[in-house]
Nanobody, 122 residues
Framework: QVQLVESGGGLVQPGGSLRLSCAAS????????MGWYRQAPGKQRELVAV???????NYADSVKDRFTISRDNAKNTVYLQMYSLKPEDTAAYYC????????????????WGQGTQVTVSS
């Protein structure tokens, strides 16, 4: 069993900063990629940033130059540092990981966190 646990959401004023964290735990053989998606009320879930192992980071155009994704491989943790937050960044943010579990090392399975709310408002 693999779990993703997020933390770091909250209420912040426009122009402020937040850092989200997501730790993967459980029966993990390898983590192929980790990242973040978000979903605002009435909208579809969208990619924010993804960081593949050994690959190039991919950011949504709307967050480029404001958000930074990073990983601590030793801790199986991914971070999303958000700067210059805008009201339109308000959403539930979901951690994502593509993982090969120990009992099926050739598989690549997608896992999701429970979501953490980010609200940008004055």
């Amino acid at each position: 069993q693999v779990q993703l646990v997020e933390s770091g959401g909250g209420l912040v004023q426009p122009g402020g900063s937040l850092r989200l964290s997501c730790a993967a735990s459980g029966s993990i053989f390898s983590i192929n990629s980790m990242g973040w998606y978000r979903q605002a009320p009435g909208k579809q879930r969208e990619l924010v940033a993804v960081l593949p192992s050994g690959g190039k980071t991919n950011y949504a155009d709307s967050v480029k130059d404001r958000f930074t994704i990073s990983r601590d491989n030793a801790k199986n943790t991914v971070y999303l540092q958000m700067y210059s937050l805008k009201p339109e960044d308000t959403a539930a943010y979901y951690c994502y990981a593509n993982i090969s579990p120990r009992d099926s090392v050739l598989s690549r399975l997608n896992y999701w966190g429970q979501g953490t709310q980010v609200t940008v408002s004055s």
